[in-house]
């Protein structure tokens, strides 16, 4: 018999990490661990397995169909937009490429296991593309479907990984004499800007907002490089994990749409600032704002509008931004720099 288990990618990055020790202190023993880098010894010991590898490795994703049932696959390996832009083909091959095998993989599962495989795939504000800064303003909270136009690779990949799993969920080899229904059950979340207490991302645009907490606890000076009101939403990481899980466990007959915005609060740039200079009164942050990465941050929405996740498997943070910053961040982060210091 195969051991059944639930395939995590990108394990050992910021979100994986946090959804693995949710995870398991849900009672799943079960983790199947991939990633591309060693997942931290205290994540590794709380899942069944770890493999260090390569999602693009085809040998290495046979396998798995060979060794293991898995039911549901959450995947949250990528190079995310700032990191894309360095190697645009590189980020190409890992977030469309790899999405790509993992959707196959999960057919080959279906057939195997004799039901629907759970993809649940982490989307981004990154989709959106604003001409505009005006646009941008007057759009305020965008809904799913509109303002399609990502103008960064990781956007677009991201974009085209929500379509890829629509395809594989309803269309997949439709000309085929005989139709294989529901393989996939493709779930995906157009996640904001992601902040932890815990971690520190790498290779996003939105960094800025971590960035400047983490480097304030430390007694570090913090450059900016977006303006003061440059503005997007963001989320504390916890919530990020918590809408996973909801969407995960929802009943697939609430479900009116295969991607769900979900958000929590829009901060300035400015408004970061405020809330980490009253944790941090001696914080030293400044603003150099990078022509260019600023422009990516101008292309992405000030607010997402997710009443669609509210409306259908009711959606609800549950940290604002006060108390995001009063109960989670600072507190966590102050002890973490404790601790290490
Ligand atoms: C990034 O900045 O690339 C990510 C994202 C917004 O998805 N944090």
Redesign the pocket.
Known sequence: MRKEVILVTGAAGEVGQALIESLAAAGYGNILALDIKAVPAEIRALCHEEIVGDIVDDKLLNRLVAEYAIPQVFHMAAL???RAEYTPETAHRVNVEGTLNLLKLSVDQATWIGQPVKFIFPS???AYGLPDLETKRRAGAVKEDDWNKPTTM?GCNKLYGEHLGRYYAYHYRQLAAEQRQNSIDFRALR?P??ISAFTL?AG????YGPEMIHHAAQGKAYQSFVREDARIPFMAMPDAVKALLDLQEAPQDALTRTVYNVTSFSLSAAEIADYVRVAFPAAQISFAPDVQRQGIVDTWPEDQDDSAARADWNWQPDYDADRAFAEYLIPNIRQRYVEKA
Do not use: K, N, R, W
């Open positions: 995310l937009s700032t981004s504000v990154a990781y996640f800007g992601l991302p996003g645009t939105s960094d």
